[in-house]
């Protein structure tokens, strides 16, 4: 990429690539070293609107949604492989996007060509059932595409987040208008030229990028719009929650986290510090199930801290495209002073920063937005720090003595995405895991998922599931047939002949 000269991406509209009618574009920057890396279309309300009009028309038109899943295996798998041939171009580009390190992007990269796998093994397999019903009547039911579906997508996890849901979409035969983060469009764009190329029908995969607060609302509030899918805030996720339902049309919102680890005296505590370590320091910290409240057997509390701080401490900062980096900046300047106040909010409120605790001091990385791997211990319950989804490489401590204490500090938050448990007995292990308050428990992992695992959370942390089997039902919908056979000799006359002529 030519740093004086930053590379264009357009708005992906009905096959083609087009500017905004008014022209308007945004310089997207290195997140890493605040150089020029994109210039990128910004879409207003009529690009939402133009999408939503091929998406439809596509959807009534192209073989896509009328197929028997064939051709929808068929080119699903296609682009699955021609990703894979072309990871690493996009594995740089979400790097370079979004700050995260190569090898997470080749992780999330990965994780898309399996989800894509896993879409078109399922899209030949959308299957009825008969229902016994008293004779002469038969039943059968069909899952039908719902149409224009629309996906709004976050940040943290460009690619891979809004592919998780487009997949499926694709794969039940809707056709899907996807709307980026403003500030990580690029692996998006790139992956609906690749989706062309490969054979996916024009207007059947639409991308515009714009303010959420302008493009995504167009594109829910409209009656074109049949499912909603949103990853992101509590705060936007409500907001669309109050639309759709307003609306009754499905939606899925994947929303915020505050996720516990528990540890338990009996634990693999170097096993568990590298989980721990994992879970809270993987992508910067930035990501909404981010297992960043400890909550650890007094016992073992301070040989765990040390071997989790030293893990910390290990973690080489840098920008992510260069080798050995282990966490790369967060994604804007706008999130370190975010994650710096929450900092300070835990400081103030009393808690002891053993390690990290601001911006790096290496006077090479001050271009970029780092903030250190942090520990806060002693933090209240009642803290900000505590209460709030962080979003950044903050791991807050306490301890318990009992159980049901651990239990119910974990259970102490509005969110409910994820809890982590590290423990050898297996009994406590199983038992625990159907006390805690969340949509996915890991047991000696740190936070983990497949394209066949189901992604979801309880409470505040959203509704409905991403992934698995059940993403098909969700993109399609049940009609119900019911048939009456005749009585087998009496077969009703033609309306024709029973009509009685007039008197
Ligand atoms: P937002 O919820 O604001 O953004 C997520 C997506 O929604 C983006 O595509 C955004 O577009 C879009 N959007 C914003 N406002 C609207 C709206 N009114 N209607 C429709 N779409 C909208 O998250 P942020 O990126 O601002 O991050 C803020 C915080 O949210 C983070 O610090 C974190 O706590 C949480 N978050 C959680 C994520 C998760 O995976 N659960 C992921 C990302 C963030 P645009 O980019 O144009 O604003």
Request: charged fraction near 25%; aromatic fraction near 6%; charge should be neutral.
């Amino acid at each position: 990429m030519n740093a004086a000269e930053p590379a264009r991406f357009d708005l992906f509209i009905d096959g083609q690539e087009i500017s905004g009618q008014k022209g308007e574009r945004a310089t997207l920057k290195d997140p890493a070293s605040g150089h020029a890396i994109a210039s990128v279309a910004i879409a207003g309300r009529d690009e939402a609107l133009h999408a939503l009009e091929a998406a439809d028309r596509a959807f009534r038109e192209s073989p896509w949604a009328q197929d028997d899943g064939a051709l929808r295996a068929r080119v699903l798998r296609r682009l699955a492989d021609r990703l894979e041939a072309d990871a690493e171009s996009f594995a740089r580009l979400e790097t370079v996007n979004m700050g995260k390190t190569l090898r997470e992007a080749r992780g999330d990269v990965a994780f898309v060509v399996r989800t894509l796998e896993y879409a078109s093994g399922l899209a030949d397999k959308i299957e009825g059932e008969t229902i016994p019903v008293p004779p002469p009547r038969f039943d059968y039911t069909v899952r039908e595409p719902l149409g224009v579906t629309v996906h709004i997508a976050p940040w943290n996890y460009p690619l891979l987040l809004a592919i998780r849901s487009v997949a499926p979409a694709l794969a039940s035969g809707n056709s899907v208008v996807l709307k980026p983060a403003s500030l990580t469009p690029l692996t998006a764009v790139s992956f609906a030229r690749l989706a062309h190329a490969g054979g996916v029908p024009p207007g059947i995969l639409n991308v515009v990028m714009g303010p959420g607060r302008e493009v995504g609302e167009a594109l829910v509030t409209d009656e074109r719009c049949r499912a909603v899918s949103f990853t992101g805030s509590v705060e936007v996720g409500l907001r669309i929650g109050e639309i759709a339902g307003r609306r009754a049309i499905p939606q899925t919102l994947e929303l915020g986290g505050k996720s516990p680890v528990l540890v338990l005296p009996d634990a693999d505590l170097d096993r568990a510090a590298r989980g721990i370590g994992f879970g809270i320091f993987g992508n910067a910290g930035q990501m909404c199930w981010a297992a960043s409240r400890l909550i650890v057997h007094e016992s073992v509390r301070v040989p765990l801290l040390g071997k989790v701080r030293a893990f910390a401490e290990a973690l080489k900062l840098g920008p992510g495209i260069e080798d050995g980096i282990d966490m790369g900046p967060l994604v804007s300047a706008d999130q370190v002073d975010r994650v710096l106040g929450y900092i300070d909010a835990a400081r103030q409120d009393g808690g002891k920063v053993i390690t990290g605790g601001g911006r790096p001091d290496d006077p090479r990385l001050a271009p970029g937005n780092f903030v250190r791997p942090t520990i806060v211990e002693e933090v209240p319950p009642t803290s900000r720090a505590v209460r709030e989804e962080i979003f950044g490489p903050v791991l807050s401590v306490s301890s318990f003595r009992e159980v049901e204490e651990a239990i119910r500090l974990a259970n102490d938050t509005r969110f409910g995405l994820f809890a982590a448990l590290w423990t050898k007995d297996v009994g406590a292990a199983h038992s625990l895991a159907r006390r805690l308050h969340a949509g996915m428990i890991a047991i000696n992992d740190p936070p983990n998922t497949f394209p066949q695992t189901p992604f979801g959370g309880v409470k505040d942390s959203g509704v409905g599931s991403e992934q698995g089997r059940k993403s098909i039902e969700f993109f399609t919908r049940t009609k119900n047939v019911l048939v009456h056979l005749g009585t087998p000799g009496k077969r009703p006359a033609p309306a024709s002949v029973r009509t009685k002529p007039p008197k």
